[in-house]
């Protein structure tokens, strides 16, 4: 009986009990909740606010976190974005992509195959020791070598031809040596290659140096929740002026319009990969503003050109007249893009400012597939689905361009990315789809690094195979003289641009949403420096 | 049989069908499309690092060593690592799990709290306004998709309203408890402000479903025999009502709160979503987007092993609710 007492369950405690959750979920929406620190610093419910005692405090939001904090053991620009905080390299790029000496304050090239980096003088780490050449030789070593720093690093074909860096005797110096010419090296410096004490490393296990971080970059380590988020806090002895920023937050949200709800809610202050649907929203609403910026990824539709239509030089270049590449930027894209005429895009070295883009000519279109003895070939493309902005849409207009044409029949065929990515990753051309939509990124503002491995004849990710393309891309890898190497790479890009291995179609732009608090400006190797922001 | 027995029975149980839970899964990943080599190498990598990759991660042994290395491991409590991060997957799984359990049990008590009463009064007042209110709102709580209705509570209630944060889980239930520990009472407000909107987006559907559970039980014990030779006894309404027809009531709704409960903690995917809430769901869709499989089986170990545990729970419950019930 006493069973049945306690579960007996009367009309009034009913009510009661409703009552309280209902009064407890009114208080939670109404009330402020001090002094609670939380992971995310703001307890008091919405707001990344100025935090305590005037703290100038910013959060930045992506679609994921980092997949660890090893700078030298990963390869996604998530993850770039959450370590360029606190590590930084040897060089470095300004916003428009210009080398700038960072660790090293000077370099020289000692001979063909040396680079010689002068180490700059009074550069701290957050342990408090200061920068020396062993560490700045250690860090290249342990990208290039296997048997240093008890890791083979994902970022080795990033230092590519490199092959050892030693410590100069009696200079703070380190030279980086590599397998022979290698006219992109100070290129590759400035993107690649974040520089770790030594010490610190080797008195570390792989998950302590996944989840600590000791870099002499502007911002230190506070807090690391993994997955959830990274707190930094402004470091006092950074080599150059103290970060304006006093606290930095990253988080994630995989949703776009969860991100825009943050940022207009004022609970963050950067959202990246704004939809060009949700533009609006954001700039109506006050206290926040789109920003948009070329970035350096290319979005193209590859031909195989070792199968029919797509052997023909002349299908190719029908394929390029065929679609209106002006309206999809426009319509598509919101005009959140540029459009290409070739594989290299404007400000690299190497791109050729001479080459046009193919004009929407349907007549000639048609005539050139007549011409190509393919009249009536029927196409599909493969294209992932929300890997690129508007990847499958682009798609899309595409083959309904083509389908225009009375002479192709074109579909769509949508693709997994890891799948598709397995099929062009395979190093063999012959596992890889005809004709496929992809994107590619390169952070070296240098032609070589897109045209070696998409369109050389031994490139991991060809589709092409041209002798005078290899020849003259070959010649380039070789010449150490600067200008001589870009007429090379122009030239290159020439033939590309001839011979139509692509349909070239968009650069894309990488699109932000900034609170409206914040001074900041975006920038096209689609970092997320909160060193080069202010209070507005 | 005896409590003891049979959970312990049912435990035995349990583990066979976690082994084929774990069986299953990995054999998926041998016939699911994508290599994770693709995910976690770039993709200009050398054939060489794919393969050293491959190596490292013990891709390249026979299935049936992978396999049995992977029961070894489990069975020594090790779960993997994770492919992209080399994190240990059971840290990330375990740090994880309280946020979804925390949403789903949550969830599941507002949409007690709210449905069984609802159910009571539309049953009571069979074709009355508040019988139509309760199978109206039921019926709209059924039909209405969560993540819609995720993003209109957020729209409306943080963005236009600013009641609450738009998305994210600022801390923990233990955590709050800590600081009211201390006296300060305001972890719990922060905890609340927080989860009320994923609750509620979360237990709607669930609410409703109980709501009309309850209803059509209530209606259907308050027809029986028994009801009526209670009433002729004499006994208050509100005791007919609600120790004995409520009570009889109340077992199917067990069994589906035992089953709700379980898919909650695995199926929260779409809330933890829009909410950006750093829960098992979302752990395991991005696993499975980069077919990092240490992480995928481990999830669904723990996901599975929920399932088993709460329904060894509700089934013990059952006697408790209904005597007649025995153990076998």
Same mark, same amino acid.
């Given at each position: ?435 496929? &939509?992809?994107? +590619?990124? =390169? *952070?070296? %503002? $240098? ?8 369109? #050389?004849? @031994?490139?991991? &990710?060809?589709? +092409?195979? =041209? *002798?005078? %393309? $290899? ?8 010449? #150490?003289? @600067? ?54 | ?328």
């Amino acid at each position: 009986m006493a069973d049945d007492r306690q579960s007996r369950i009367s009309r009034r405690r009913y009510l009661s009990l409703v009552g309280s959750a209902a009064a407890a979920a009114s208080v939670a929406g109404c009330a402020g909740g001090d002094e609670i620190q939380t992971p995310s610093g703001d307890g008091n419910g919405g707001g990344n606010g100025s935090g305590n005692g005037g703290e100038f405090a910013v959060t930045i939001t992506q679609g994921q976190l980092d997949s660890g904090l090893d700078p030298h053991d990963h390869r996604e620009t998530t993850t770039d974005i959450v370590l360029m905080q606190a590590y930084e390299g040897t060089l470095d790029r300004d916003a428009e992509g210009k080398v700038v000496p960072s660790l090293a304050e000077e370099y020289e090239q000692v001979d063909d195959t040396t680079l010689r980096l002068f180490v700059r003088d009074g550069v701290k780490f957050h342990s408090g020791d200061e920068l020396t050449p062993e560490d700045v030789a250690f860090s290249i070593n342990r990208i290039v070598n296997n048997d240093v720093g008890g890791l083979a690093s994902p970022q080795k074909d990033q230092l590519a031809g490199v092959t050892e860096a030693t410590v100069v005797d009696g200079e703070r110096a380190v030279d980086v040596v590599s397998d022979g010419v290698n006219p992109v090296l100070v290129s590759l410096l400035a993107s690649y290659g974040d520089v770790m004490q030594k010490s610190w490393v080797e008195g570390r296990q792989k998950n302590q140096i996944n989840s600590e971080v000791n870099g002499t970059g502007p911002f230190k380590l506070e807090r690391y929740t993994e997955d959830e988020e990274v707190v930094y806090t402004k470091f006092e002895e950074y080599w150059r002026d103290p970060a304006a920023v006093d606290r930095v937050t990253l988080n994630a949200a995989a949703e776009s319009s969860t991100r825009v709800n943050q940022l207009v809610s004022g609970e963050t202050d950067i959202v990246v990969n704004v939809p060009p649907q949700e533009v609006g929203r954001i700039n109506n609403q006050g206290n926040a503003r789109v920003e948009a910026v070329p970035s350096t990824r290319i979005i193209y539709n590859a031909m195989r050109y070792d199968v029919e239509p797509f052997s023909s030089r002349e299908f190719r270049r029908a394929m390029n007249y065929a679609i209106d590449l002006e309206t999809i930027v426009k319509e598509v894209l919101s005009d959140f893009a540029d459009a290409t005429s070739q594989p290299t895009l404007e400000g690299f070295v190497g791109y050729n400012p001479d080459t046009d883009i193919y004009p929407y000519d349907p007549d000639e279109a048609e005539r050139l597939v007549e011409e190509s003895g393919h009249a009536g070939a029927s196409i599909e493309l493969h294209t992932p689905v929300g890997r690129y902005l508007k990847d499958l849409e682009i798609a899309q207009a595409v083959v309904g361009y083509i389908n225009e044409l009375p002479n192709v029949d074109a579909t769509v065929n949508q693709r997994d990315f890891g799948t598709l990515a397995g099929e062009l990753t395979t190093g063999s051309i012959e596992d890889k789809p005809h004709f496929y &939509l992809i994107g +590619w990124g =390169n *952070e070296t %503002f $240098d032609a070589s690094q897109t045209l070696i491995p998409l369109l #050389t004849s @031994e490139g991991v &990710l060809t589709s +092409w195979s =041209n *002798e005078e %393309f $290899d020849d003259l891309v070959a010649q380039s890898n070789a010449e #150490t003289d @600067e200008n001589a190497r870009e007429q090379l790479l122009r030239q290159a890009n020439q033939v590309a641009h001839d011979e139509a291995p692509w349909i070239f179609l968009n650069r894309q732009y990488s699109v932000y949403g900034a609170s409206g608090r914040i001074e900041w400006t975006p920038r096209r190797d689609e970092s997320i420096k909160a060193y080069s922001i202010s209070p507005k | 049989m005896s409590l003891g027995r049979f959970i312990l029975k049912r435990a035995l149980q349990g583990v066979f069908v976690i082994w084929g839970v774990v069986t299953v899964v990995f054999l998926l990943r041998f016939v699911t499309p994508g290599d994770p080599i693709t995910f976690i190498a770039p993709l200009d990598a050398s054939p060489a690092l794919r393969q050293r990759i491959a190596a490292e991660l013990g891709l390249n042994k026979p299935l049936y060593v992978q396999y049995f290395d992977y029961l070894a491991e489990l069975v020594r409590g090790d779960m993997g690592y994770s492919y992209i991060s080399g994190t240990e997957a059971s840290a990330r799984i375990f740090a994880r799990l309280p946020a979804t359990v925390e949403l789903a049990v949550v969830a599941t008590l507002v949409a007690v709290a709210l449905s069984i009463p609802l159910g009571v009064v539309s049953a009571t007042r069979r074709h009355e306004p508040a019988d139509y209110a309760a199978t109206t709102f039921s019926l709209a709580g059924i039909s209405t998709p969560n993540f819609w209705l995720g993003i209109m509570l957020v729209l409306v209630l943080s963005v236009q309203f600013d009641l609450f944060p738009t998305s994210r889980r600022a801390l923990g239930f233990v955590d709050a408890l800590g600081y009211l520990a201390q006296g300060n009472p305001n972890g719990l407000i922060v905890w609340a402000k927080y989860i009320t909107l994923p609750a509620i987006t979360l237990g709607t559907y669930f609410t409703a479903l109980i709501t009309r559970l309850t209803r059509s039980g209530m209606l259907d014990e308050l027809g029986k025999s028994y009801v009526r030779a209670t009433r002729a006894k004499g006994l208050p309404e509100s005791l007919v009502r609600y120790k004995h027809a409520l009570r009889n009531t109340l077992i199917p709704v067990i069994t589906v709160l035992g089953l709700q409960l379980g898919s909650l903690i695995g199926g929260a995917v779409i809330t933890e979503a829009v909410f950006a809430w750093p829960g098992l769901g979302t752990l395991v869709i991005n696993s499975i987007n980069a077919r990092d499989w240490p992480l995928i089986q481990g999830c669904l170990i723990v996901i599975g092993t929920s399932f088993v545990v709460v329904n060894i729970a509700v089934d013990a419950l059952y006697a408790y609710v209904n005597p007649r019930v025995v153990y076998d």
